[in-house]
């Protein structure tokens, strides 16, 4: 999906809404848990659900490698039941990956290729390895790298802060020195919800690259702050949530307990846009 | 495996060889291309040649990735023939993986759970999102996290060598922050062949633990001077070639001629050790 199409996409349904399908069988609801095919039924219906208040899914891989091979299946599954509806989602493999330049094409062949089993739109990628572990991602046509800026977690603090060179903290020299490696049309950043402050920073070092923001939700970021300090003319924010969307009920009714949840939030957006 | 059983192993064999299972289809002999399971075929046959140079192997995940699904079965073959084997070898699973906590611990779980489809030894992780991203790989006994600490690849130049609070490099308050996170006997780091000249310094913060050093071969690396700089009195070096063991030939002779690369390489570390 190029940019254009994204944007489009937010204004049709006044959402920046990723619903994220990180499934953990444990919190499934019972009826589906041994169920055949249960972990890919339990996506379909949450996409069927919140599809009108989203514009793109992100599934977390470590959730489906966690199944083994099977959970493989059920993701495969999953993007083939996106491509094929009439209703287009931005689809996210939030794998974190990242290696030497002739492994990083391998990986962008596993998750980007249009003839692979998977052909996500975008793939979230840690910076630490460089330019020609991030480059081999460009290079699909409508294809998106998201490099890690500045994550959720607790632990961003261990590294992403740092003073580098001078005065700038790494995350900023991240953002600074990956501007070289591809373009608003083909590169995002992940920047955590719960740093939203940074957002100013962030903006101030890539003022036209969407973000992929997740963090909104069970860890505790802010959607009126990320908003305020990140939305562009042509939006450019993705706000991610998973457990308080997928999760909001664990019983019978959690499908319409999602797209309960995805409503609120995309009126919540609509208002802003 | 624990830290002892592998250096008990290393002077059985008198070798720290690390043979990497980096399979890209387009490489293999012909004969095994199209050859059902040819994938794992292949690997054995390596295997089969090496295991008495060679104390452990690294499956690069990307390479299976790229495959699809069906490479991920070929990898699994693969992993279970290992265990099979009365000859034991430490396995790597090159997959530079990282997240937030609940997030690594899936990915722990998908590749170091005994009870788990894989049943690897070790990982490799990326950095970037810290201790929290990187704590749960430490919890399986007698398993290991790889930590990335310095990369062979070009991009390395990019953030690792960045001057970060004070006088350090990244990548030496990567290996100083990272040693309370976990001990030698369940935290290595990969440092590159390619910088070996590096490796006082990294043996000046990390004088215990195992060090994982790609590189060598087709990458330029060289195993004298990794050997001169990093070598400790518990030998502390895994050193991976891949390249220039599995491609030596794509004939029918590729076995033979790995098995004589990878002598070769032993050879050189049975008379350092």
Same mark, same amino acid.
């Given at each position: 999906?190029?940019? =254009?199409?994204?944007?489009?996409?937010?204004?049709?349904?006044?959402?920046?809404?990723?619903?994220?399908?990180?499934?953990?069988?444990?919190?499934?609801?019972?009826? *589906?848990?041994?169920?055949?095919?249960?972990?890919?039924?339990?996506?379909?219906?949450?996409?069927?659900?919140?599809?009108?208040?989203?514009?793109?899914?992100?599934?977390?891989?470590?959730?489906?490698?966690?199944?083994?091979?099977?959970?493989? /299946?059920?993701?495969?599954?999953?993007?083939?039941?996106?491509?094929?509806?009439?209703?287009?989602?931005?689809?996210?493999?939030?794998?974190?990956?990242?290696?030497?330049?002739? #492994?990083?094409? =391998?990986?962008?062949?596993?998750?980007?290729?249009?003839?692979?089993?998977?052909?996500?739109?975008?793939?979230?990628?840690?910076?630490?390895?460089?330019?020609?572990?991030? =480059?081999?991602?460009?290079?699909?046509?409508?294809?998106?790298?998201?490099? /890690?800026? *500045?994550?959720?977690?607790?632990?961003?603090?261990?590294?992403?802060?740092?003073?580098?060179?001078?005065?700038?903290? /790494?995350?900023? +020299?991240?953002?600074?020195?990956?501007?070289?490696?591809?373009?608003?049309?083909?590169?995002?950043?992940?920047?955590?919800?719960?740093?939203?402050?940074?957002? #100013? %920073?962030?903006?101030?070092?890539?003022?036209?690259?969407?973000? *992929?923001?997740?963090?909104?939700?069970? =860890?505790?970021?802010?959607?009126?702050?990320?908003?305020?300090?990140?939305?562009?003319?042509?939006?450019? *924010?993705?706000?991610?949530?998973?457990?308080?969307?997928?999760?909001?009920?664990?019983?019978?009714?959690?499908?319409?307990?999602?797209?309960?949840?995805?409503?609120?939030? +995309? +009126? %919540?957006?609509?208002?802003?846009?």
């Amino acid at each position: 999906m190029t940019r =254009q199409q994204l944007i489009n996409l937010i204004h049709t349904r006044r959402s920046f809404l990723c619903v994220g399908l990180d499934v953990d069988k444990n919190k499934m609801p019972a009826h *589906l848990r041994e169920a055949q095919d249960g972990v890919f039924l339990f996506n379909k219906s949450i996409i069927d659900a919140t599809i009108d208040y989203a514009v793109a899914y992100k599934s977390n891989l470590a959730f489906y490698e966690a199944m083994g091979i099977e959970g493989l /299946l059920q993701l495969k599954k999953t993007m083939d039941y996106l491509h094929s509806l009439d209703k287009p989602a931005f689809t996210i493999a939030d794998a974190k990956r990242g290696d030497i330049g002739n #492994t990083s094409q =391998q990986y962008a062949k596993a998750f980007l290729d249009p003839q692979g089993e998977f052909n996500f739109d975008a793939l979230t990628i840690a910076p630490y390895m460089g330019a020609d572990s991030v =480059q081999p991602f460009t290079v699909y046509d409508g294809k998106w790298v998201i490099l /890690l800026a *500045l994550t959720s977690n607790k632990g961003a603090f261990d590294f992403q802060f740092l003073p580098v060179a001078g005065q700038k903290k /790494l995350f900023e +020299q991240v953002l600074e020195t990956s501007q070289q490696w591809g373009t608003p049309d083909n590169m995002m950043y992940v920047v955590g919800a719960t740093k939203a402050d940074m957002l #100013t %920073q962030v903006r101030a070092i890539a003022p036209h690259n969407f973000l *992929l923001v997740p963090g909104v939700g069970a =860890q505790g970021g802010s959607l009126e702050e990320v908003c305020r300090y990140g939305l562009t003319n042509d939006c450019g *924010l993705l706000v991610n949530s998973s457990r308080g969307i997928i999760y909001a009920s664990n019983g019978e009714d959690f499908a319409e307990r999602a797209a309960e949840e995805a409503h609120k939030l +995309q +009126q %919540q957006m609509s208002a802003t846009l």
